[in-house]
């Protein structure tokens, strides 16, 4: 092989050396530069995750508080529901009692009417008997 072949290969030996060690000095700076954004990435991240974490305590909290409410609310309307049935059952009764106290009232009113008239036919008949005899 000649020398300028040997010259020309060793020239472009040198340029793809400081070709790559120019591309590896840039990578280097890359892969720094990516993991100082990788970490203020991390630790910005952090005290989010953890409020996340926080919030998703929290509202699994409401959860149970909702679930622990929805329950009472079946439990109260229930309640209702009974307060009405026995709301009826009790109008049922004074209206009973008061068909039965109208009954009597109207029994008395004709018990007396007859009491009534039998005192005031027997007094005619005794007023009749004293003044005939008088």
Do not use: C
């Not at 974490?53 to 909702?66: A, F, G, I, P, W």
């Not at 709301?87 to 106290?101: D, P």
């Not at 004709?110 to 005619?124: D, H, M």
């Amino acid at each position: 092989m000649s020398p300028v072949y040997l010259t020309i290969i060793t020239l472009a030996i040198v340029v793809v050396a400081v070709v790559l060690t120019s591309l590896l000095l840039e990578l280097k700076i890359t892969l720094r530069t990516l993991k100082q954004a990788v970490e203020s990435t991390e630790s910005s991240l952090k005290p989010a995750l953890e409020e996340l974490r926080e919030n998703l305590r929290s509202l699994k909290h409401v959860e149970d508080n909702v679930s622990v409410v929805s329950e009472d609310v079946k439990v109260f309307t229930t309640s209702v529901r009974e307060i009405g049935e026995n709301v009826r059952h009790v109008s049922k009764n004074v209206k009973q009692l008061s068909n039965l106290a109208n009954d009597l009232t109207s029994e008395a009113i004709v018990n007396i009417s007859g009491f009534r008239a039998g005192i005031r036919v027997a007094t005619e008949v005794l007023m009749r008997r004293v003044l005939k005899k008088g």
